[in-house]
């Protein structure tokens, strides 16, 4: 645990914000996949406990959480969010889109279908809101808010099992240089799976496109701090 995140900006890090999640075992297991990219961050915001995973864990100061979480998103190599239509998770989704290169963004979909598009209906509601109450700098405009995809239904041949293994995380969105974001769904197996920890093996295999994308990232460009942006 830590009581400052103000040495991170002259390191690599994966920035973790918020994983909704009660299997903890799952999510250390999906976070130490991305630990290849940078040190894990992991940060609380106040009054709750930080999340019980990730290589530095902090806390967020009550005064004013929205600064310092700024100043991460700026400076991570990576941020990966999950989506949720809670005030803070949507207003860090829409300083995302502010601030960062969109190809270093992954949404985390942990929730149904019905409280992702309460997300979605957040996101454009908060964004028009900042556009209008927030100053922007005539030399560096805000980009225009991405369409989030709908949520992908599951898809099976032959007869519908029950699936006998589901996932925690039901699927990640991930997004093009021009802001084109896609929806990937893990499909749950509907067959038991031989070996141990076979959700983590699932997990795996899912996630195996994003982290190839991931791999083709260059050093996180320096971005003007929250400040710089406002001035």
Known sequence: MIDSFDPLPDSRYVLYLRPFTNDVTLAE??????????RVVAVGRPGERPPPVGEVR??????????????LIAGAHVVLMAAGPGPGTVWEFTEAVRLLDPTRLVLLIYCDAETYDRFRTAVAAEYRRRLVTEPQ??????????PLPDYPGLTRSGRADRPRWDLVLKGVIVFAPDWTATFTRFVPATRRLPGPRPLERLVHHALQP??????????????????????
């Open 137 to 146: 700098h005539p030399d560096r405009p805000w980009p225009a808010l991405p």
């Open 210 to 231: 994003v982290l190839a994308q991931l791999d083709g990232l260059g050093s996180a460009p320096r971005l003007p701090s929250r400040t710089e942006l406002h001035e």
């Open 29 to 38: 297991a999906l976070v130490r996949r991305f630990a290849r990219f940078g």
């Open 58 to 71: 902090g806390r967020l100061p009550r005064d004013d959480w929205q600064g310092p979480v700024s100043a």
